[in-house]
């Protein structure tokens, strides 16, 4: 375990008292007592509905190095505790966050947009790696807690540091970027997704240019030129004096798509990046994936990075769980079918993407282009036309069955032709049972929804119902 902070030094920036020990030296954070791991602080923060002040002495006894704790709930807790006492655990948790930001030497990179921050968080990741000590949160560590977390988790080693951040309300970044300061912000997208506190896309634009607020001085922003909102975030980041940076396929574009070639498996591209003209190729499928790679090589030009080490490292993508996963199983009568696991998010920029990349799925001899989908959530408004809308990139990719699960996909399936019609159920539990028997050789089959239309359970069924034959991107075949 490596050594992140002493206690004496988590008390210093945080201004609390220590109590008890001794201290071993903390190699982690932790929030939830399930995933404690020993070495770990538990911060005790207090929710709508649970407090971890509850959970003090299962953190104690599962090996937390201290919990951080607030000072009026001291009386409930055991004397004999290892104890960090502070006004308010989650206020102490940003202390030490801009504490660790202001001991670090690492490049920070900062994402956010509509879709693809957390694929764009993991490809930064990988391919920063061979340039240096790299760190990133996990998993998709975005919010008001997430992004602190991360940030006090952050070894005072790193090179580069990369940081998602999300929102739901205008105002949420803000704070967020202004706590991670980065050199560098990508705004991948900005999307019709969770449109449900915004009166308009426009507003959404205007809260992810939030981003730029916390921009290191000099710092760069990386903006989609091929997005329709690439003016507006250009202006609000040159107004905060950012070097502004625009990527895509459009012709002004300072790190621009050259040449793809779009195979099954992954694509070929070139590019050129900020004048350095390089080809690589993507171990995953997808033109969305293609474009968030030109971000990606903008931001490690940026940094510092190794172009080329970087270029060499997207051969080895992989496509993270969920999110564009690729599973073959076999049929117990002979061949196999595959099955492209997209059940942990969707909204109608994924989803085309998505469909793009069953469009360019190959299958076999007699198989078919099948796709399940789950409801889009959190649409506010305009969810059943944006469901219905689905039906024309659906068709452009040459999808031959689309099975629909849910009250809003319900529009889609009226609105399919009836050859294209698989069937609908009011929920995914329901339509379960009738896509589990449905694979032949050769099949592809897509499974997208949001993550709350319950659609990842129909992928754990294909895996409980059919043995795995491999689990491959095709890194090594484009
Ligand atoms: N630039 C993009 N345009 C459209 N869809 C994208 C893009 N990048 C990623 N996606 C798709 O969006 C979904 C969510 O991706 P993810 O990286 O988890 O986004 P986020 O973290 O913003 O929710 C996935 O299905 C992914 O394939
Ligand atoms: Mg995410």
Same mark, same amino acid.
């Given at each position: 375990?490596?050594?992140?902070w002493t206690m004496d030094e988590i008390a210093a920036a945080t201004g609390g008292r220590l109590a008890g020990g001794p201290f071993a030296s903390v190699g982690g954070f932790s929030i939830d007592t399930r995933s404690l791991k020993p070495g770990d602080v538990f911060? !005790?923060?207090?929710?709508?509905?649970? &407090?971890?002040?509850?959970?003090?002495?299962?953190? /104690?006894? #599962?090996?937390?190095?201290?919990?951080?704790?607030?000072?009026?709930?001291?009386?409930?807790?055991?004397? !004999?505790?290892?104890?960090?006492?502070? &006004?308010?655990?989650?206020?102490?948790?940003?202390? /030490?966050? #801009?504490?660790s930001r202001a001991r670090s030497a690492a490049r920070i990179a900062a994402v956010t947009g509509?879709?693809?921050?957390?694929?764009t968080k993991e490809a930064l990741r990988s391919v920063l790696a061979p340039s240096g000590p790299t760190h990133a949160a996990l998993a998709s560590f975005n919010n008001h807690i997430g992004v602190p977390l991360t940030l006090s988790s952050m070894p005072a080693t790193s090179t580069y540091g990369v940081f998602e951040i999300g929102m739901n309300h205008a105002g949420e970044i803000t704070p967020l970027t202004q706590l991670v300061r980065p050199h560098v912000a990508i705004v991948t997208t900005v999307e019709a997704a969770h449109l449900e506190y915004f009166s308009s896309v426009e507003e959404i634009a205007e809260a992810k240019a939030e981003i730029f607020a916390g921009l290191e001085p000099g710092g760069a922003a990386l903006i989609n030129r091929d997005n329709a909102f690439h003016d507006v975030l250009a202006q609000r980041a040159s107004a905060r004096g950012a070097r502004v940076i625009l990527f895509g396929e459009h012709p002004a574009a300072d790190v621009r798509l050259v040449d793809v070639r779009d195979g099954a498996d992954g694509s070929l591209v070139?590019?050129?990046?900020?004048?350095?003209?390089?080809?690589?190729?993507?171990?995953?499928?997808g033109r969305h994936v293609v474009q968030n790679s030109l971000a990606v090589l903008g931001a490690v030009s940026v940094l510092g990075g190794d172009l080329a080490l970087a270029g060499?490292?997207?051969?080895?993508?992989?496509?993270?769980?969920?999110?564009?996963?690729?599973?073959?199983?076999?049929?117990?009568?002979?061949?196999?079918?595959?099955?492209?696991?997209?059940?942990?998010?969707?909204?109608?920029?994924?989803?085309?993407?998505?469909?793009a990349v069953l469009g360019a799925s190959r299958p076999g001899a007699g198989g078919r282009r099948i796709a399940i989908l789950g409801d889009m959530l959190e649409l506010g408004a305009a969810a059943k036309d944006l469901h219905e809308a689905l039906a024309s990139p659906l068709l452009a990719a040459q999808v031959d069955l689309v099975f629909t699960a849910g009250p809003l996909m319900e529009a889609l399936h009226h609105h399919l032709p009836s050859a294209n019609r698989g069937g609908h159920a009011s929920s995914a539990a329901d339509i379960e049972?009738?896509?589990?028997?449905?694979p032949r050789a050769g099949d592809v089959i897509m499974v997208k929804g949001s993550n709350g239309s319950r659609v990842a359970a129909i992928v754990a069924a294909f895996k409980t119902r059919y043995a795995l034959a491999g689990q491959d991107n095709g890194a090594d075949k484009a």
């Open positions: 375990m490596s050594r992140l911060v !005790a923060l207090t929710g709508e509905r649970n &407090d971890g002040h509850a959970y003090v002495e299962a953190a /104690l006894s #599962a090996g937390a190095v201290a919990a951080i704790i607030a000072e009026d709930k001291l009386p409930g807790l055991a004397m !004999a505790g290892r104890y960090l006492i502070v &006004d308010e655990p989650l206020a102490a948790l940003y202390r /030490l966050a #801009a504490a509509s879709v693809g921050k957390t694929g070139t590019a050129s990046v900020l004048g350095t003209q390089m080809t690589y190729r993507i171990g995953m499928p060499v490292a997207y051969a080895r993508l992989r496509a993270p769980r969920g999110r564009g996963e690729c599973l073959t199983f076999a049929l117990p009568q002979g061949g196999s079918f595959m099955l492209i696991d997209e059940s942990y998010n969707a909204n109608p920029a994924s989803m085309a993407a998505a469909f049972a009738a896509v589990i028997a449905l």
